[in-house]
Every structure is written in C-alpha cells, then in structure tokens.
C-alpha cells in the first residue's frame, strides 16, 4: 500500500504497473514549428564544382608531375618550364614576327625593319638578303661563300675566284672566260683584256677613241707607247722620238750608234751622220 494525499493506493493499481490498455484517441495536429538550421552541403544532391577538380584535370595534373614533358637536353631558350609545370610565352623581337603554320608550328619571320636595335635605315634583314644602307667595316675580314654585290669597296687585300662587273662584260681572274676591265673617262671608254689566241696572245688594250695608249708613269715624267690608226708612236706623246708603220719606220730625234749601223734600204732627204771619230757627214740623197 502507499499513502497518498488521496489516501491508500495498491502498488499494483499504479499506471504502467499493469497491463497496457487500449490506444485512446488521436489527437489534432499541432501547429508547425520552428525551421532547423541547413543540413551539410550535399543533401540537396547539389555539389559545388568550383572548389575541386574533374577528373580529367586531375589526370593530367598527374601526369605533369610525373615530368613527361621536358627540354632539358640542347641549347636555346625553353619553351616548357619543367619546374613550374608550364608553357612560356614567345615574345618577338624587333625587326621579327611570330606565328603558326598550317601544321602549328611556330614560324619566325622578318619584318623588313632593323634587327637587334639597328634601324632599317642602316640595315635591312630579309629572307633572301641583308641590304646595308651605309659604309660598312670589317675589321677582321669578310668571308662569302656565295655572291657579293656592292657599288665600291675599298680594301687592301681582295680574294676571289671570279669577278663580275655591273653592267659590264665578265671579269675572271681565273681566265676562265675572255674578260676585260674596263672604265668610262673622261674621252671616252677603254678596257684591258686578257687573251690567248691567235694575233692576241697576252694582253688587249681597247679604246672608243683614235689612240691607244700604254703608258709609263713616275714622279718626274710620262712616256707613252701609243697607237693611231695603224701608226705607232714611242716616247713624249707630244714629241715621239720613234714612229713606226706597216710600211716605214721614222726616227725623229738625234740618234747615237755605238756600233756599226747597218740598213738595205736608207731614204733621206737631208741628215746628218756622225761616224766614229766624231766627224759628221751630210748626206742629202738616197742611198
């Protein structure tokens, strides 16, 4: 028994102690509480892609850092940055431009301008030439393998295996062709040959004037070898102490015999001959 406000009460007549009775009635629906705070990112079936990678991408992370790529070996300038994993831009120079060919490749041309910082008015660089635009120095040497082309040049040594003038015939110092040197002055145009055939078997001196001349020069005179029409002259060109033709010879100036003086056929209309003991005798006939 247990003692109440309510006065005695049976143990076994207190509630849960017996059997369970009957469900009661359902009650009505209570009014709608408070919403919960949001649940982990994911439970909607919504997933933020920004913060991780694909799979696609996370493969080929992979296999960068495996190093697949390289350009360890050769020299030049790498492309590929294998420390970083990356590509490094190409960036052009001046006088050049960077492109791609129909295959990707990377194709440099030249612009037609400078190159290194040189202007376009000193130097052009194309595919097919370098046009210099001023004098230009070569303190040790010019080697060319294929052609120079050049309005002067001044040099104290020259090698080559052919020359050819602009404009002009050929000029070969090997004498594989008939070549010639030749200038226009000041009466006209005249040339030097070298030839071997028949009547001309050595050296041609050619001239656009009446005169051909070879002349001996130093510092005190000027002596002459020259030809006019078929007549040659030796000596002062003004004053020739010798002519000769295809038919005469002429001596024009006093001439001094050592020797006996011997001739088949002697034309004079008045000369003076002074013979061994220095007396002259004048002969005015034809001997």
């Known amino acids: 028994m247990l003692r109440t406000s309510a006065g005695l009460i049976r143990l076994d007549e207190l509630s849960g102690s017996g059997p369970q009775g009957p469900a009661g009635p359902q009650g009505q629906t209570g009014q709608t509480g408070a919403a ?12 933020d892609t920004s913060q991780f990678y694909t799979k696609t991408q996370a493969d080929v992370l992979l296999a960068f850092k495996q190093h697949l790529i390289s350009s360890t070996s050769g020299a030049g300038t790498e492309v590929w940055d294998s420390t970083n994993n990356m590509v490094r831009r190409l960036v052009a120079g001046t006088g050049a431009s960077l492109s ?5 490749n990377i194709v440099v041309t030249a612009t037609g301008g400078g190159s290194g910082g040189i202007p376009s008015t000193i130097a052009e660089f194309t595919s097919s030439q370098i046009l210099h635009k001023v004098p230009t120095r070569c303190n040790l040497g010019l080697t060319v393998a294929n052609t120079l082309v050049a309005d002067y040049i001044n040099t104290g040594t020259c090698r080559a295996n052919y020359f050819m003038g602009n404009g002009t015939s050929d000029v070969s110092l090997l004498g594989v062709n008939s070549s010639s040197l030749s200038c226009t002055d000041v009466l006209g145009v005249s040339s030097v040959s070298a030839r071997c055939r028949t009547g001309q078997e050595g050296c041609l001196i050619a001239t ?11 510092p005190s005179a000027t002596r002459n070898i020259r030809l006019t029409g078929s007549t040659m002259s030796f000596g002062d060109v003004a004053s020739p102490a010798l002519t000769l033709s295809d038919t005469a010879v002429s001596i024009l100036k006093n001439t001094s015999v050592s020797g006996n003086l011997g001739c088949s056929h002697f034309v004079s209309s008045s000369a003076d001959v002074q013979g061994p003991d220095r007396k002259s005798t004048r002969l005015n006939s034809s001997h």
């Open 100 to 104: 791609l060919d129909a295959n990707g």
């Open 208 to 218: 656009s004037t009446a005169n051909a001349d070879l002349c001996f020069q130093n």
């Open 36 to 47: 919960g705070a949001d649940g982990a990112d994911g439970a909607d079936g919504n997933v």
